[in-house]
Each structure stands twice: as structure tokens, then as C-alpha cells.
């Protein structure tokens, strides 16, 4: 349990990739006649890949220098990172389910 909360201590940024990415994955997995479930999977692993990707290819500071004074700016880029990638991934898994389902 202690290295969770290090590596939460670690990386925030992620942590906020991912939940705003859990948030929106399954309300776009809804609005495509998809299921929560999947929605919320592929919502948070997309907010997660959304940030990761973000931040490898050196858009972590597009909104925000870093420093203090833009700390509102860096979360606002954190969670649109996150729901960017969560609701590919959440509203795309939910299609894909749906179809599944189908057959």
C-alpha cells in the first residue's frame, strides 16, 4: 500500500489523466449505446495513455509553463489530456462491445 500512495505522490498528473478519463470514457461509452463497464475500463486506461503519450511527446506544457502561478492551468491540461484519451478509448471500447454483443 505504501509504494501506491509513492507513486501516486510521484506522478499527480496521471492520477488526474486517468480519473478525468474514468469520468468521460463511460458517459461517451453511454451516448454510443455502449456499456458502463467498458466505458470505465477504457475511460481510465485511455486517460492514463492520454497523459503518458502527452507527456512523451513533449506536449505536458502546452497550457502551463510548470511554475506555481499557472498550477490551475497544468491540471486543466491534465484532465482535458485524460478525457481526451478516455473518451477515445471509453467510447470506442463501448462500440466495440455493443457489437460483440450483436452477434
Known amino acids: 500500500m505504501e509504494q501506491i500512495l509513492d507513486w501516486i505522490q510521484a506522478h ?8 478525468a478519463g474514468a469520468i468521460l470514457g463511460p458517459i461517451l461509452s453511454k451516448l454510443l449505446r455502449g456499456g458502463l463497464t467498458t466505458g470505465t475500463l477504457g475511460g ?13 511527446a ?3 506544457e502546452v497550457l502551463a509553463s510548470g511554475d506555481d502561478a499557472n498550477m490551475l492551468m497544468t491540471y486543466l491540461q491534465n484532465i482535458v489530456e485524460g ?11 463501448g462500440v466495440v462491445a455493443k457489437q460483440m454483443t450483436k452477434k
Open 44 to 56: 481510465l486506461l485511455g486517460g492514463l495513455a492520454g497523459g503518458f503519450g502527452a507527456d512523451q
Open 12 to 19: 499527480p498528473e496521471l492520477v488526474t489523466n486517468g480519473v
Open 83 to 93: 478525457a481526451i484519451g478516455g473518451g477515445i478509448l471509453g467510447g470506442g471500447g
Open 58 to 60: 513533449g506536449l505536458n
